[in-house]
């Protein structure tokens, strides 16, 4: 079920849980301000989901809200997973969902990382 961009930040996303550890997940990276781990249901050979330790629906209110520090922080840990992963030479493609054209569904931000082959146009069209 797709989530709207806006709104009250729901604690108990699947994604709040899986940063305070109540469920699992097969972490690929972690520091201060984000986590990263392998989608459940991958798409491409990697498929990776970064997310920051912070309470952010999407990047509509991270954007908005978030510290400067804590953004600087995000984006360099999602270059950093692409570098640990070893896919800045063959390249990757990140893509964030934000609200419900996006089909976005799980409330808290994350930028997935594709990569591991060729990944095709952009879209489906
Ligand atoms: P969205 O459509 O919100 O951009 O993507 C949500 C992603 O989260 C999907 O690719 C889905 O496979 C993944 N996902 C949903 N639940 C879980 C889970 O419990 N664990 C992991 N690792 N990924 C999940």
Do not use: C
Request: net charge negative; hydrophobic share 45%; glycine share 8%.
């Amino acid at each position: 079920m797709p989530v709207a961009a806006t709104g009250t930040y729901d604690d108990s996303n699947i994604f709040a849980r899986i940063l305070r550890g109540e469920i699992p997940s097969k972490r690929v990276y972690e520091d201060q301000w984000a986590i990263a781990f392998h989608d459940i249901n991958p798409q491409a050979p990697v498929h990776v989901l970064v997310i920051p330790r912070g309470a952010y629906i999407s990047w509509a209110d991270f954007s908005a809200l978030a510290p400067d520090a804590e953004i600087a922080g995000f984006v360099r840990a999602v270059g950093a997973v692409a570098r640990q992963l070893a896919l800045e030479e063959p390249g990757y493609r990140l893509l964030a969902n934000a609200g419900l054209d996006a089909h976005q569904e799980v409330p808290h931000l994350h930028v997935h990382l594709f990569g591991g082959r060729p990944l095709g146009p952009m879209l489906v069209r």
